[in-house]
T-cell receptor, first 114, second 113 residues
Framework: NAGVTQTPKFQVLKTGQSMTLQCAQD?????MSWYRQDPGMGLRLIHYSVGAGITDQGEVPNGYNVSRSTTEDFPLRLLSAAPSQTSVYFC?????????????FGPGTRLTVL | SQKIEQNSEALNIQEGKTATLTCNYT??????LQWYRQDPGRGPVFLLLIRENEKEKRKERLKVTFDTTLKQSLFHITASQPADSATYLC????????????FGSGTRLQVQP
């Protein structure tokens, strides 16, 4: 099993550009989520999905869109990049949406917006 | 307001000693608390889960305590090794309708040989 994979590993964007961060898991997990990690602020939830076709907003959803058309994939779209979106982005998955389930994290995407 | 506090200053200890990391929270009533390890440039990795009705959980050299009265969890690494150097994150599982963990900002542990 590859676990949770994310692409790209690094990305530089100009303000106003759009892009999609890819996330895939091969563990047949129901639950997937996106976090951003900024220095001193910990992981903050952007969006999450409890199954294919179901998504919901997290703590900091503005400027991001998600969709979940398959169990395996959960892409994160930046609609019009802003410098405030410079961060490290982590995708995570778990077997179910139970709060006791361990989260499996991908390796992260480091995004810089100029 | 709701807060999760982990010591933002790095914890430096000597190899072989016990490291103790603290996770304090306010205005939460978590049913679960999880601890994760994060190495530089990598995603967090799950270590331990403790439930609200459990006082203590152990796994090899790791021990977690959960005091819902003090609103605090302590994470211990006994016989610490330089390989234990990493950032450790606590995460609360609170049933607010939003199905997601809430993470602290982490404490960096440095074990000196």
């Amino acid at each position: 099993n590859a676990g949770v994979t994310q692409t790209p590993k690094f990305q530089v964007l100009k303000t106003g550009q759009s892009m999609t961060l890819q996330c895939a898991q091969d563990m047949n997990h129901e639950y997937m989520s996106w976090y951003r990690q900024d220095p001193g602020m910990g992981l903050r939830l952007i969006h999450y999905s409890v199954g294919a076709g179901i998504t919901d907003q997290g703590e900091v959803p503005n400027g991001y869109n998600v969709s979940r058309s398959t169990t395996e994939d959960f892409p994160l779209r930046l609609l019009s990049a802003a410098p405030s979106q410079t961060s490290v982005y982590f995708c995570a998955s778990s077997y179910s949406f139970a709060l006791s389930d361990e989260q499996f994290f991908g390796p992260g995407t480091r995004l810089t917006v100029l | 307001s709701q807060k999760i506090e982990q010591n933002s200053e790095a914890l430096n200890i000597q190899e072989g000693k016990t490291a103790t990391l603290t996770c304090n929270y306010t205005n939460y009533s978590p049913a679960y608390l999880q601890w994760y390890r994060q190495d530089p440039g990598r995603g967090p990795v799950f270590l331990l889960l403790i439930r609200e009705n459990e006082k203590e959980k152990r796994k090899e050299r790791l021990k977690v305590t959960f005091d819902t009265t003090l609103k605090q969890s302590l994470f211990h690494i006994t016989a610490s090794q330089p390989a234990d150097s990493a950032t450790y994150l606590c995460a609360l599982g609170v049933d607010t309708g939003r199905r997601a963990l809430t993470f602290g900002s982490g404490t960096r542990l440095q074990v000196q040989p």
